[in-house]
């Protein structure tokens, strides 16, 4: 059995800290707040910190990159968030699926703003929105798509967008874009795994092997038909992630010189094509 460490993800750089603070200096310029989370993990990569930060401010729930994730699940997210008062939409900001009923929805959610607008003869003062969420799941790439050019930087790459920025996206509408923010420590290790799984922890601050086994480990719970369909393995359920793992370095004949497993390499190729949505449409929780 190969030495992988096991490790609890934790990742709170200083400029996190700096970045809580601008939320809550900013926070006064805005009627509302867009919070972007993970269609794949809705409840681990909603930063549990925002309720206090945001207070009673009017929040939009964007599940985007919902086209990774499984759509009856999304449903399921979708009605829990309007179960309890709030407003929630499923999109792919890449694409630019679902994004056509996100002005209609935040005018709903910032009605009685216009109300209290037009009685005080403010009528068509443009709405403004706070775009908060965790690192990489897609913030820039929705201002991007609304404001139907680049000005926010975007990459699939944690903690990319370094400043508070506003865009206006039309429909008298303004958005401001505030870099990626996680939270101090993550209390449920899962939580931290799940984060790390779909990118919002970078690669570099943690041990991709390890990671890519409990992946494993996991998706052999729920889903192990993708990886049988995917890696064209089987008699793998009762195995653990790393006799999987091997199996699928063998499989794609990912060896070092001696003919060893090359499990970095394995790791990185599975890693990758989950979060490229290359193993199917799957979704790690619901509410």
Known sequence: MPDFQKQ?????????????????????????????????IPYASSNPELGDLISRKPRIIILNKSDLADRKATEIW?????????????ADC??????GRFIPECRKALKDVIERNEKRGMTGKPLRLMVVGIPNTGKSSFINRMAGRNKAIAEDRAGVTKSNQWFSVGGGIELLDTPGVLWPKFEDPSV?????FI??????VTDVEALSCRLLDVLNKTHPEMISERYKISGFEEMQGWEILELIGK?????????????????????????????????????
């Open 8 to 40: 609890n993800v934790q990742w709170f750089p200083g400029h996190m800290a700096k970045t809580r603070r601008l939320i809550k200096e900013s926070l006064s310029l805005a009627d509302g707040v867009v919070e972007i989370v993970d269609a794949r």
């Open 78 to 90: 979708i009605d829990h968030y309007r179960n309890k008062g709030m407003y929630a939409l499923a």
């Open 94 to 99: 890449k694409s630019g699926r679902g994004i």
């Open 192 to 196: 931290g795994d799940e984060l790390a």
């Open 199 to 204: 990118g919002s922890v970078r690669d570099e």
């Open 251 to 287: 499989k794609r004949c990912f060896l070092l010189k001696g003919g060893e497993i090359n499990y970095e390499r394995t790791a990185a190729v599975l890693c990758d094509e989950f979060r490229g949505g290359k193993l199917g449409r799957i979704s790690l929780e619901l509410p």
